[in-house]
């Protein structure tokens, strides 16, 4: 009788042959997905090597191209360049840029026409305007010695206020204590000046030899080579044979606009401009250097001076079509549209902050043109002056536009 040990063996060599068996199966499993996966690898190394040449390819032909654009681009720029560089100078730039501020304001012309009302705020969110800018300002001006010279009026030789020669009249001034228009962003500190820095070397106090008779500059701009323009050798030679304060001793120079001795018209006292309606507005300032403030100013619309002194017509009845107006001697000076000066808000400034104006903001009247940016609202205003031939502006001649409209 067995006892069941062959019955034993039987099943564990049974049980090894399965697992032999079931080795060798899963080893071929393993060959036939290594097999699969080396296919597959290289099959996808043959499609990714596909690719990449036709990448190289396209990348090749792509970086030619890339560089003849981008070398025919870098020799138009520096083409371009090279011509505005060359090109004829006007006023300190380059014609052609000259030429697109010409356009601008003829597009601006175009769309505003002047006409268009600058924004109004209340009177609690005005401030005093900062002090920027003392050109024609660095000498008090002596109140009772201002007149407003006016040139080019209807029947001018008619009315009271007449004289044969407007430029006859002689501003008094007086040496002025140091104020804040000393410490502005257009001057240096005193304790800061130097002959080199600042030639009149009084960093805008009055007090140095340009303001005591030296020569005057006759600089106007710039020629089409570049070089300095002058004005007119007839005016410069009665300018030297007169016993007054030289005129345009400022960076610009003397203006092309300036009245020739001798030239009639009236002169008017401060009386004569607050006797208009007074008119107050609060409207912001804008300098074109970046900054804006609110501002509430109190005066006498210009466009009524305007209508009390009106100006004389052309032989074919039509008006003139510009107004030029300078400060007292001459050392800063402005041109505008007669349609600007018309504008409802162009104030003929007083007062600011329901104060009279100081010294530093152009006492005794000033000009405020909110639709024109700050550098055309002239301090103290000396003369206004009718004229059909574009006026002389002062900082167009230093590279800035001469519309300068907002």
């Not at 014609?95 to 006409?115: C, G, Q, T, W, Y």
């Not at 109140?143 to 006016?150: A, G, T």
């Not at 500190?189 to 340009?210: H, V």
């Not at 008119?279 to 009390?308: M, N, P």
Request: glycine share 10%.
């Amino acid at each position: 009788m067995s006892d069941g040990r062959e019955e034993r063996e039987e099943q564990e060599q049974r049980r090894k042959w399965e697992k032999e068996k079931k080795d060798r199966d899963d080893d071929l499993d393993r060959d036939w997905e290594r097999d699969g996966e080396r296919e597959r690898r290289d099959s996808r190394a043959v499609d990714v090597e596909a690719m990449n040449a036709a990448v190289r390819a396209q990348s090749g032909q792509r970086t030619r191209r890339s560089f003849l654009v981008a070398a025919a681009a870098a020799a138009g720029g520096y083409g371009f360049y090279r011509w505005l560089d060359r090109s004829p100078m006007n006023m300190r730039l380059p014609e052609p840029l000259r030429h697109m501020l010409r356009v601008n304001a003829k597009v601006s012309r175009a769309i505003f026409d002047e006409r268009g009302l600058a924004p109004t705020y209340p009177v609690a969110k005005s401030m005093e305007l900062r002090a920027n800018g003392n050109y024609g300002l660095k000498m008090d001006l002596v109140p009772e010695s201002y007149r407003l010279q006016m040139v080019g009026v209807e029947n001018a030789g008619r009315l009271p206020q007449y004289v044969d020669d407007v430029t006859a009249w002689e501003y008094q001034y007086r040496v002025k204590e140091v104020g804040p228009v000393e410490h502005d962003t257009k001057v240096r500190p005193k304790s800061e000046t130097d002959s080199k820095a600042d030639p009149n070397g009084d960093a805008g106090a009055g007090l140095g030899p340009m303001m005591k008779g030296g020569p005057a500059s006759t600089m106007v701009g710039s020629s089409a080579n570049g070089e300095a323009q002058k004005v007119s050798p007839e005016l410069v030679a009665v300018m030297e044979k007169m016993k007054r304060r030289p005129r345009g001793q400022e960076e610009a120079g003397m203006s092309r606009s300036t009245l020739m001795p001798g030239t009639p018209g009236l002169l008017l006292k401060m009386d004569e401009v607050t006797s208009l309606p007074h008119h107050e507005l609060v409207t912001e300032f804008k300098c074109i250097e970046g900054w804006s403030q609110v501002v509430h100013w109190g005066g006498y619309r210009l466009a009524d001076l305007i209508a009390k002194f009106p100006p004389a017509r052309k032989a074919d009845g039509s008006l003139p079509k510009y107004v030029y107006m300078e400060t007292p001697d001459g050392d800063y000076y402005c041109g505008f549209s007669l349609q600007a000066c018309m504008h409802p808000q162009s104030l003929l400034a007083t007062e600011m902050g329901g104060r009279a104006l100081a010294q530093w903001h152009g006492a005794p009247m000033r000009l405020h043109m909110p639709i024109k940016y700050g550098y055309k609202q002239i301090k103290r205003i000396g003369l206004i002056a009718y004229t059909d031939r574009l006026p002389d502006d002062y900082w167009t001649k230093l590279g800035y536009d001469w519309y300068a409209g907002l």
